[in-house]
């Protein structure tokens, strides 16, 4: 039950966020651009009693991906831009993304040793 609980509450709020972004743009996207779906996730785990250890690794995960995910995000501007189907445009994000991810975890292990 409660399962079905966050996924109506997550659902509203998407639904919400999407209709003002229909009608201002921008606004819908600054606050898409908040950390709702972190902020979110982190309630629910504290609801379900989740140790703050595992929350605070959870927040550092999230922000660990967050270099990653703004890279998705430019690439998919500047692809829409350049008059690109969203498909493809999400699609070049996200292999931006994976690929962001990969050099930069590749970069902290070597770097890591050295500290």
């Known amino acids: 039950m409660f399962l079905i609980a ?3 509450v997550s659902a509203v709020i ?4 999407t209709e003002l972004a229909r009608v201002f743009p921008k606004y819908g996207g600054i606050i898409a651009a908040l950390p ?3 902020l979110l996730s ?4 504290s609801i379900q009693g989740e140790q703050t250890t595992n929350l605070s690794k959870f927040a550092l995960g999230v922000l660990w ?3 990653a995910t703004a890279v998705l995000l430019i690439i998919v501007v ?6 690109l189907s969203l498909f493809i445009s999400i699609g070049l994000g ?3 993304w994976i690929i962001f991810l990969t050099v930069q975890d590749f970069l902290v292990k070597k770097v890591t040793p050295y500290f």
């Open 6 to 8: 966050k996924i109506l």
């Open 14 to 17: 998407i639904g919400l966020v």
């Open 36 to 38: 709702l779906v972190s």
């Open 42 to 45: 982190l309630l629910w785990l």
């Open 65 to 67: 991906g967050f270099p």
């Open 78 to 83: 500047i692809s829409l831009k350049a008059s």
């Open 94 to 96: 996200v292999g931006g």
